[in-house]
């Protein structure tokens, strides 16, 4: 079964860092590029960064570019986003979700989606 | 503000019809493929039609999904009280470089 799983939410000080993790299975990790999407309490989905399988290609939401970096280590078939200077507007549920070719394309669409990690910036 | 407009909300009773609406421009739903995902209360989003129209294995065939110019919409027939979620629309925009979703479309089974 093709899974993502995502860890490393929690509460953090406006200004300060948090990285997330997605654990993939059930799939080649490194043939599948993957995206991170956020959802704030009680709004709607906001795509905000994705990286192609080879790691090579990066690409981010103009609201989180240059604060967020996006990274994957395919032996560990794992994918990160490393956040900092965070911002109360970074509040979200975060999730990861797997895209349906290589390289980041227009025509891909995002299956499955993980059940996602809540981060809270807040003092 | 979403880049693509889905009304805030939708119903119908049971066995109805009903269509949620999705409107862009030519940078989003004018030159890319439109996908639709399903959230369930207290769940993840999960795919339920993709380029367009089709419709991933084990999604029912009441879901159908259409594009015309800087429009799509998701119709679903035969409407059942598990199908009360919210839908949302998304695409690629070639101006923004980068995946835009729509803001969700609330739909309740009376």
């Known amino acids: 079964e093709v899974k993502v799983l995502e860890s490393g939410g929690g509460l953090v000080q406006p200004g300060g860092s948090l990285r997330l993790s997605c654990a993939a299975s059930g799939f080649t990790f490194s043939s599948y590029a993957m995206s991170w999407v956020r959802q704030t309490p009680g709004k709607g989905l906001e795509w905000v960064s994705a990286i192609s399988g080879s790691g090579s290609t990066t690409k981010y939401a103009d609201s989180v570019k240059g604060r967020f970096t996006i990274s994957r280590d395919n032996s560990k078939n794992t994918l990160y986003l490393q956040m900092s200077t965070l911002r109360a507007e970074d509040t979200a549920v975060y999730y990861c979700?797997?895209?349906?070719?290589?390289?980041?394309?227009?025509?891909?669409?995002?299956?499955?989606w993980g059940q996602g990690t809540l981060v809270t910036v807040s003092s | 503000q979403s880049v693509l407009a889905q009304p805030p909300s939708a119903s119908g009773t049971p066995g109805q019809r009903v269509t949620i609406s999705c409107s862009g421009s030519?940078?989003?739903?004018?030159?890319?493929?439109i996908n639709w995902y399903q959230q369930l209360p207290g769940t993840a989003p999960k795919l339920v039609i993709y380029?367009?129209?089709q419709r991933p294995s084990g999604v029912p065939d009441r879901f159908s999904g259409s594009k015309s110019g800087t429009s799509a919409s998701l119709a679903i027939s035969g409407l059942q009280s598990e199908d009360e979620a919210d839908y949302y629309c998304a695409t690629w925009d070639d101006s923004l470089n980068g995946r835009v979703f729509g803001g969700g479309t609330k739909l309740t089974v009376l």
């Open positions: 030519n940078s989003n739903i004018g030159s890319n493929f």
């Open positions: 979700a797997k895209e349906t070719d290589i390289v980041v394309v227009p025509a891909n669409w995002f299956d499955p």
């Open positions: 380029s367009n129209s």
